[in-house]
């Protein structure tokens, strides 16, 4: 059973009776004429009644009214009265013995010598300082769980006080916190590997379906809830999609499910995190999707944002006189007496949930970009009186806070974001990664979420650790995916916090929870521990991060300098080729007039130009780093998605230059500058991101136009093709197998013609001659292994006919490590993009998750095997995170890599393994960093890619 018991009955069996009738009538007029007759008989009977004051009694035994209807059904629909104008509480935490998840029979445990965060700051903290981060603190304690609840939080409880049969755990000092909250999650209803029988995201059968419910389509048995859970993640919001306006009823689920997770059974009621269902929650969205996915101009709307909130407005109406009716009755029956009414309650199955949102008793949270939407959104909220909970995807909300605070009730919605993914669309083209710290800064509360599958919700705390580095506090940043999201769900009292009374959701983490590579050591729901035989990585005891506030400064436009110092550089690349360690103090760079005037203590120099007002940028922890290069993106031939006139296009069946397609000078391209990815190499894109056909291209991502001297460092930099799922979309390609039939064909022509001169030295068979002679890589965009053993096997036939090597890269490649030995020994090097898959499709399904659930991911494997590996971007966005990428393989590598060695899978392995000259930091490609680029406190301070002038990040 689904409905809350009590909520108007809406079973098939519900009687359709009055209304029904009252149309049968209202078409005879001899019907009419006696409905008149009986309304006089029963205002007669009526006035009689109050007169005699007959006791109810006497007609308890009446199964039927004087006016036809059930008595029992009257008093169902009087009870269901009470239940419509319930207004829910928070469900409380403390005081509970048990929690009402609790299954019996699992034993206590105690969690010895953690290093915990309550969640709140210690007693007595005023609010104002507390919003500032006062009074939060790391503690040492013992944390007590039992019958699914915290129970004690202290220092050194005695283990002779705690019943027999308690399990001891201990974290050894590490890091405890709450579960984390992701506050928007498809997880279940979008199950993957993305299968289309699986989808059950959106009901676009109507732009309208507040009566649909995402439980419906929950599959408890998705792999990614294991996936999900093994970052961390113990709840999570299960929203309907945004393609309609009006989505659905949402669920929080608990992400354990089955006996392996110490459940009593395989199912969506069992994960629900609340089982006695206090709150309701109902998803919305506005803006692009509708119109775009659901609108189809002619046959249905909406197909714009004006049909949007008419459409809102016109479901609201609805809703609110069905309420209005309801309460009517209500009144109506409570003055005269349930058994003198004419009518049953009105209930309307479509309108009941939108009913219950104006009453109050569902949590709503809507999917809004930008200004106008949220306006119109605000609007709606104060015409039709009901509260937002949070607007979600908020991307525009940071430059509107005055509009949430406008919203229908006493506090403003929160905004639940991702931390910099972007531009995908024209709503998404306008945000910031500094949005979390402004709309903190402005009393506002943010939430980070994964929108899981579009961000794997494994790693949705990176989302609210790149928060902290982009400026909003520490503490603030630990509560976006605890405290915060459990208070917007109404279940403050029970989720987000390590506090007697409290849900006994906790994770032992491996280090600092927004450092870079976090990964769970242990996690319990519920006080059920989820691991039996976790995988630990090897890493140094856990150092907890001192919350830099000087993060909240942020110098977003450079200041374009030919003269500058930097001082205080402490570590440095190969290339610098320096074996002396760094003086106390640093070295010193001066650049002057653009060039590298001195290196080193550089006394005189520095002294000098100072003298001369030359600014002087003094860093803590300084590191002078290559340049880095973002190899296999769409940058420099797209600038939002999913607008065409922004984007080249897709060659399916065409072969074409990356060159030809260049374009300049965009905002994705001057992010990339900012955060010292000066190099780019980007190729034509076969059907969508990701997809690859034609020659890249070399080029720095600051240049202005393609003329610029340097701008195009290397014109055709390698041959790509797709041979993914996507590669059966070519016209002459309609399976895989004839995909892989085409491309052998291709290459074993250009081996046959391998001493033919072609007349266009720009032509698919021209480039591809290099290819079989060994003159220009052939990268390839893959994922499966099975389609990664047709390349290495079509590589060796090729070499076979030609006795030369042709020089090969994978991009992809999340089941690479399948072949990790045999892509060694054909020397092919892999672009792993996505770096963490996450099986998001059926070709990667065997992508490996990593701790606790796997020993490495595909990096480790491959590294090992000694094939030379990069980090790619699956999506632009990620441009500003490849340092930190970079910095997730170094943390989670085992001391397989120096800082130096992580730092070339997102700069010097893209070179060599495309034979191609790196431009390198003597040439002028360097950035400057105040402390470790893969760290997450570090910042960008300088950037110069080789064309005389320093890109300067400081106020000065
Ligand atoms: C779980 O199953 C056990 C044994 O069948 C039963 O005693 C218990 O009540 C169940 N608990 C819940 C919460 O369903
Ligand atoms: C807690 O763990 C740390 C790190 O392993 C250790 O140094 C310390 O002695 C432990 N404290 C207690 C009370 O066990
Ligand atoms: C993980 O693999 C490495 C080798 O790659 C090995 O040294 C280590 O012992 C493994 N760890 C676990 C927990 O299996
Ligand atoms: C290319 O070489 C093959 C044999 O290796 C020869 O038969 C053919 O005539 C040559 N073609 C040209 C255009 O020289």
């Not at 995916?481 to 994770?507: N, Y």
């Not at 919350?547 to 500058?564: H, Q, T, W, Y």
Request: hydrophobic fraction near 40%; proline fraction near 6%.
């Amino acid at each position: 059973m689904y409905e809350k018991s009590g909520l108007p009955p809406y079973s098939a069996a519900a009687p359709e009776l009055p209304p029904g009738r009252r149309r049968v009538m209202r078409r005879r007029p001899r019907g009419l004429k006696l409905l008149a007759f009986a309304c006089l008989v029963f205002i007669a009977y009526a006035q009689w009644r109050q007169f005699t004051q007959l006791p109810p009694s006497s007609h308890a035994n009446a199964k039927i009214t004087v006016n036809g209807l059930s008595v029992k059904k009257l008093q169902e629909d009087l009870a269901t009265c009470s239940k419509l104008r319930q207004k829910p509480q928070n469900p409380i935490g403390a005081g509970r013995d048990r929690n009402a998840r609790y299954i019996d029979g699992h034993a206590p445990t105690l969690i010895k010598n953690a290093t915990t965060w309550v969640g709140e700051p210690t007693e007595g903290t005023p609010p104002e300082d507390a919003r500032k981060g006062k009074g939060y603190q790391w503690i040492s304690a013992d944390v007590f769980l039992e019958h699914g609840l915290v129970k004690r939080v202290e220092s050194a409880i005695a283990a002779s006080e705690l019943p027999k049969d308690t399990t001891v755990f201990d974290a050894k000092g590490r890091p405890l916190t709450a579960g984390i909250i992701d506050m928007h999650s498809h997880a279940g209803v979008d199950s993957l590997p993305e299968l289309r029988g699986n989808e059950d995201t959106n009901e676009m059968s109507d732009d309208i379906t507040p009566y649909v419910r995402s439980i419906d389509g929950i599959q408890p048995d998705d792999h990614q809830v294991q996936i999900i859970k093994s970052g961390g993640v113990t709840t999570s919001l299960i929203l309907p999609g945004s393609g309609n306006n009006m989505g659905g009823e949402a669920f929080v689920i608990k992400m354990a499910t089955g006996k392996p997770d110490g459940r009593n059974e395989t199912s969506a009621a069992d994960m629900l995190a609340d089982p006695d269902r206090n709150w309701r929650y109902i998803k919305m969205a506005c803006g692009e999707n509708p119109k775009r996915v659901y609108g189809k101009a002619g046959e249905h709307g909406p197909t714009s944002r004006l049909g949007e909130s008419w459409r809102f407005r016109h479901a609201f109406e609805a809703a609110s006189k069905l309420v209005r009716e309801q309460d009517d009755w209500c009144d109506a029956a409570a003055a005269r007496g349930v058994e003198n009414m004419k009518d049953y309650l009105p209930s309307e199955l479509r309108w009941e949930s939108l009913g219950a949102l104006l009453r109050g008793q569902v949590h709503l949270n809507t999917h809004c970009y930008t200004i106008p939407d949220l306006e119109a959104f605000v609007d709606h909220s104060n015409e039709f009186k009901f509260k937002i909970r949070a607007f979600h995807h908020a991307h525009q909300t940071y430059l509107v806070p005055e509009i949430l605070k406008r919203a229908y009730g006493e506090d403003p919605p929160a905004a639940a974001l991702f931390a910099d993914n972007m531009w995908y669309k024209a709503e998404a083209y306008v945000g910031s990664e500094y949005a979390g710290k402004i709309l903190y800064d402005n009393g506002l509360t943010p939430i980070y979420v994964s929108d899981n599958p579009v961000i794997n919700a494994q790693h949705v705390l990176f989302e609210a650790a790149k928060a902290y580095k982009y400026g909003l506090p520490y503490h603030a940043a630990l509560a976006s995916v605890t405290t915060a999201p459990a208070e917007r769900l109404g279940l403050g009292q029970r989720l987000g916090k390590i506090k007697p009374g409290f849900d006994a959701d906790v994770v032992v983490w491996d280090s600092d929870p927004l450092s870079v590579g976090a990964t769970p050591v242990q996690v319990w729901i519920d006080g059920t521990a989820q691991y039996e035989h976790p995988v630990e990585l090897d890493k140094p005891a856990a150092e907890l991060i001192t919350p830099d506030e000087s993060l909240a400064e942020m110098a977003e436009e450079p200041v374009v300098l030919e003269d500058v110092i930097f001082k205080g550089i402490m570590n440095l690349p190969a290339s610098v080729n320096r074996n002396d360690p760094p003086p106390e103090h640093g070295w010193t760079l001066v650049v002057s007039k653009g060039k590298w005037a001195c290196f080193g203590s550089c006394r005189i120099e520095a002294a000098l130009a100072a003298s001369s007002n030359v600014p002087v940028i003094r860093l803590r922890n300084g590191y002078l780093t290559e340049s880095l290069t973002a190899f296999g993106s769409t940058l420099g031939l797209n600038e939002i998605d999913a607008e065409k006139d922004t984007d080249n296009g897709a060659d399916v069946d065409v072969f074409s230059r990356g060159e030809d397609g260049l374009v300049l000078d965009g905002k994705k391209l001057r992010v990339a500058h900012k955060y010292g990815v000066t190099k780019a190499i980007s190729a034509p894109k076969f059907t969508s991101g990701g997809t690859h056909h034609g020659t890249s291209v070399g080029f720095l991502t600051g240049a202005e136009t393609p003329l610029e001297e340097g701008a195009v460092f290397a014109s055709d930099v390698a041959v790509h093709y797709t041979l993914g799922l996507s590669a059966k979309r070519g016209e002459r390609t309609p399976s895989i197998s004839a995909a892989v039939g085409a491309f052998r064909h291709k290459l074993l022509e250009a081996a046959r013609s391998l001493n033919e001169t072609h007349k266009d030295q720009y032509s698919e068979s021209a480039f591809l001659q290099g290819v079989v002679n060994g003159s220009m890589p052939l990268v390839i965009t893959v994922h499966s292994a099975d389609m990664i053993a047709n390349v290495l096997k079509i590589k060796a036939e090729v070499e076979k006919a030609t006795k030369k090597m042709i020089r090969m890269a994978i991009i992809g490649g999340a089941e690479s490590w399948l072949l990790a030995k045999e892509l060694a020994a054909a020397k092919v090097g892999v672009v792993l993009a996505p770096f963490q898959s996450y099986a998001s499709t059926w070709d990667q399904r065997r992508a490996l998750p990593g701790a606790p659930l796997t020993n490495g991911t595909a990096i480790d494997i491959l590294l090992d095997a000694g094939v030379v590996t990069a980090i790619g971007l699956e999506e632009d966005w990620l441009v500003r995170d490849l340092g930190l990428l970079a910095g997730v393989a170094y943390k989670n590598g085992g001391g397989r890599l120096s800082e130096n060695d992580a730092l070339d899978l997102v700069s010097g392995n893209v070179y060599r393994m495309l034979g191609l000259k790196q431009p390198k930091v003597l040439d002028g490609h360097f950035v400057i960093h105040e402390g470790s680029p893969l760290e997450i406190g570090s910042r960008v301070k300088g950037v110069s890619d080789g064309r005389g002038v320093v890109s300067v990040f400081e106020k000065l």
